[in-house]
């Protein structure tokens, strides 16, 4: 069983920042992909941001240009920095990890963007 463990969320201004982190169970290197995905209450879960293990990272529409997605290889851990946060961002943001079509899921962490 794959464990991926999420931290970061909180509450922030609108325009403020945050950098949620996943580290999986296993190697990082195991998976053909990593990423976050969000849910908002009354809504879908819907892709933020993936990045594959080989090629260029893909992000939503509505996130390209605020948020990035990063691997450090030796923390064995995947960061979302996100940037100039909106109200309309506020979700749970979960780490999913895909491996051979086999997807994972962190347990989920708040994001809230309020003043």
């Known amino acids: 069983q794959v464990h991926l463990v999420e931290t970061g969320g909180g509450l922030v201004q609108p325009g403020g920042s945050l950098r949620l982190s996943c580290t999986p169970s296993d190697s990082i290197f195991s998976f053909n992909a990593m990423g976050w995905y969000r849910q908002a209450p009354g809504k879908q879960r819907e892709l933020v941001a993936e990045k594959p293990s080989t090629g260029s990272a893909r992000y939503a529409y509505s996130v390209t240009g605020r948020f990035t997605i990063s691997r450090d290889n030796a923390q064995n851990t995947v960061y979302l920095q996100m940037n100039s946060l909106k109200p309309e961002d506020t979700a749970v943001y979960y780490c999913?990890?895909?491996?051979?079509?086999?997807?994972?899921w962190g347990q989920g962490t708040q994001v809230t963007v309020s003043s």
């Open positions: 999913n990890a895909d491996r051979r079509g086999n997807a994972y």
